[in-house]
């Protein structure tokens, strides 16, 4: 089976072009390397330095596709060069395939490659001087030096600076990719956060008017039916107030709206006031100081899930909220009665995201959360909900 050479480059064509026509050019004036007459010379008919300039040629054309190659069958021509006239044009191509087998060939030759011709342009240096005694012997030396070491120098220098700027290329991806990565993850993470944001705002307000609502529709009782549109009202202006400080946070500084003050502690009074106007019998036990303003917007945003969850859920009973604060840490709990069915109206379907929204802001602060049914043999049905969270208040930490 035949074996099919690669194509070479278009630029190998050109180069091993311009050497056939410059060494063609150098034999049809009369210029040699050496004289006829010089004991080196074997064949001293002109024609005989053709072959090793066609050799060289035809390496040429392999000088980036099989560099090794081409490197080996252009050394057996340039030494048949030396038997004859020579011609200049060969041993330019030759020191040219020096340089292209150190910049394309494999890393393990353009390792190699320097060091043997350094070793050669030394032997060819000394054994002359030591052989013939004459200070002219070092030219040889210099000649080796010129025709192998400089161009094997070269090929390493320029190999060196591309396979820096490729990895320089590199890692100029690798950054642009993990600063993609991190794009990424920080508008998930500020999508979750929005998320939580709205889902505690919104869903505390909806519950409430969609429960009243459905009061007001089913009961035929104008007394009823006023309360109820003055609950629903009250928090449709509240609502609205929310989702005012959600687009002020959303605007940059260009806009025409302010964002409003996160909501803190001091307010919870007022949350649970609310609570009851909904509906539902609330106590709360509130002590702390000063706190970090992520930990008390955790705090309230809990506090809210809870109350509105149990608004939507919770068996007829008392909701107990207590925040304590200790040493290094706030803890929220807050339980409702659990089991059973309210008897006092419809209730209002939940999504389930009020758990995960309030276990990641937990998870933020490095917090531990949990949530469930436990024993309370105070209960009708012996039953509670629970939810507590632990925030810590060490100073940096941040939503």
């Not at 000394?126 to 012997?137: L, S």
């Not at 320089?168 to 979750?192: F, G, I, K, N, W």
């Not at 939507?312 to 807050?334: F, M, Y």
Request: net charge negative.
């Amino acid at each position: 089976m035949a074996v099919r050479l690669p194509r070479p480059h278009r630029d190998d064509v050109r180069i091993a072009a311009a050497g056939l026509f410059g060494g063609l050019f150098l034999y049809a004036v009369g210029l040699g390397t050496r004289p006829a007459g010089e004991p080196i010379v074997l064949w001293s008919d002109s024609r005989a330095l053709l072959i090793p300039l066609v050799v060289m040629t035809g390496c040429e054309l392999l000088r980036r596709t099989m560099p090794r190659t081409a490197l080996l069958v252009g050394t057996v021509a340039v030494v048949a060069d030396l038997f004859t006239r020579g011609s200049l044009a060969t041993l330019v191509m030759f020191t040219d395939l020096v340089y292209a087998a150190v910049l394309y060939g494999p890393p393990a030759s353009a390792r190699r490659i320097p060091w043997i011709t350094g070793l050669l342009t030394v032997a060819g240096t000394i054994a002359p001087v030591a052989i013939w005694r004459q200070p002219e012997a070092l030219l040889i030396g210099v000649g080796v030096g010129v025709v192998s070491l400089a161009p094997a120098a070269t090929g390493w220098i320029v190999r060196n600076h591309r396979d820096a700027a490729e990895a320089a290329r590199l890692r100029a991806e690798q950054t642009a990719l993990l600063a993609e990565m991190d794009r990424s993850q920080a508008v998930t993470a500020e999508r979750a956060r929005m998320a939580r944001e709205l889902h505690d705002m919104v869903a505390n307000h909806l519950s409430a008017i969609a429960i009243h609502s459905t009061a007001a529709l089913s009961l035929d009782d104008p007394d009823t039916s006023k309360q109820a549109l003055g609950v629903i009202r009250e928090n449709s202006v509240e609502g609205l107030a929310e989702m005012r400080r959600l687009i002020g946070i959303l605007r940059d500084s260009s806009g025409d709206t302010e964002a409003v003050a996160a909501p803190t502690l001091d307010g919870l009074g007022a949350l649970v006031d609310q609570a009851r106007a909904n509906g539902l019998e609330v106590d709360l036990d509130c002590t702390h100081t000063t706190l970090p303003a992520p930990v008390e917007l955790a705090a309230y945003r809990i506090v809210q899930e809870c109350l509105t969850n149990a608004l939507k859920h919770a068996s007829p009973g008392r909701v107990t909220v207590v925040l304590a604060q200790r040493d290094h840490s706030l803890d929220v709990r807050v339980t409702s009665p659990y089991g059973g069915a309210r008897d006092d109206g419809p209730r209002a379907p939940g999504s389930g995201a009020g758990l995960i929204g309030m276990r990641e802001r937990v998870a933020l602060l490095h917090g531990t959360f949990e949530a469930g049914p436990v024993g309370d043999p105070a209960s009708a049905d012996g039953k509670t909900w629970a939810v507590r969270a632990t925030l810590p208040i060490t100073e940096g930490e941040s939503e």
